[in-house]
């Protein structure tokens, strides 16, 4: 069964405009860490923002938040105020305290930036 | 701060050859991944290492073997390789192994072709 997913294949988006990238997760343990990579055409990937399942609060980092659901089982990236730099694959990961070590990751989202 | 560097940056490889792919964190963290990505199949664990010495199998190990002879180097070799091996394989890095919270950073990849 698909640990994660990212319904939405592609968006777009105008340049200074806010969006949402959005990922929900299975998990059935209490203990988890969710994750969001940036993968530019460049083909690196680029960790943006981590959100602790135990955490109160949702995380932000510059001008990246997550939008954290726990009961709707939702991790939803928020990007405010896009760049033409933004432009590139979004991945959504999680990581289960009893899952053994890898990062169990997302289809992606293509984000386009337009002027 | 180079972080994580990966050697070669790409290669084209015939079907039976022997190869190895570099993998070098300057970030003193103690464990390290081998992941593969393929379209429509996101990233996948290949092995991983929670300190020097030590190694583990991932989701899709088999055709591939590693050594972590030291903190630094996690050089991953395919003994024979096979077509269906062409992939982008990153390397990653995370400080704490075991947490759900640690956070795996990644390298710039070496795209393989297998023919």
């Known amino acids: 069964a698909q640990k994660i997913t990212q319904t939405q294949p592609g968006m777009f988006v105008q340049e200074k405009e806010a969006v949402t990238l959005d990922c929900t997760y299975d998990?059935?343990?209490?203990?988890?860490?969710l994750f969001w990579y940036k993968q530019p055409s460049s083909g690196e990937m680029i960790f943006l923002i981590y959100?602790?399942?135990?955490?109160?609060q949702n995380a932000t980092e510059g001008r990246y938040s997550l939008n954290f659901q726990k009961a709707r089982k939702s991790a939803n990236l928020v990007i405010s105020a896009s760049q033409l730099g933004d432009s590139a694959m979004y991945f959504c990961?999680?990581?289960?305290?009893?899952?053994?070590?890898?990062?169990?990751f997302g289809k992606g989202t293509s984000l386009l930036v337009t002027p | 701060i180079a972080g994580i560097t990966q050697a070669p940056t790409s290669q084209i490889l015939a079907a039976g050859r022997r190869m190895t792919l570099r993998c070098t964190q300057d970030m003193r963290h103690n464990a390290m991944y081998w992941y593969r990505q393929d379209l429509g199949l996101g990233l996948r664990l290949i092995h991983y290492?929670?300190?020097?010495?030590?190694?583990g199998k991932g989701e899709v190990p088999d055709g591939y073997s590693v050594s972590r002879a030291n903190t630094d180097d996690f050089p991953l070799t395919l003994a024979s390789a096979v077509p269906s091996q062409t992939s982008v394989y990153f390397c990653?890095?995370?400080?704490?192994?075991?947490?759900?919270?640690?956070?795996?950073?990644f390298g710039p990849g070496t795209r393989l072709t297998v023919l």
């Open positions: 990653a890095s995370s400080d704490e192994a075991g947490a759900y919270t640690d956070t795996q950073y």
């Open positions: 990961a999680m990581r289960e305290e009893n899952s053994g070590y890898a990062l169990n």
């Open positions: 998990t059935s343990d209490p203990s988890y860490g």
């Open positions: 290492s929670n300190t020097a010495g030590t190694t």
């Open positions: 959100q602790g399942s135990y955490d109160q």
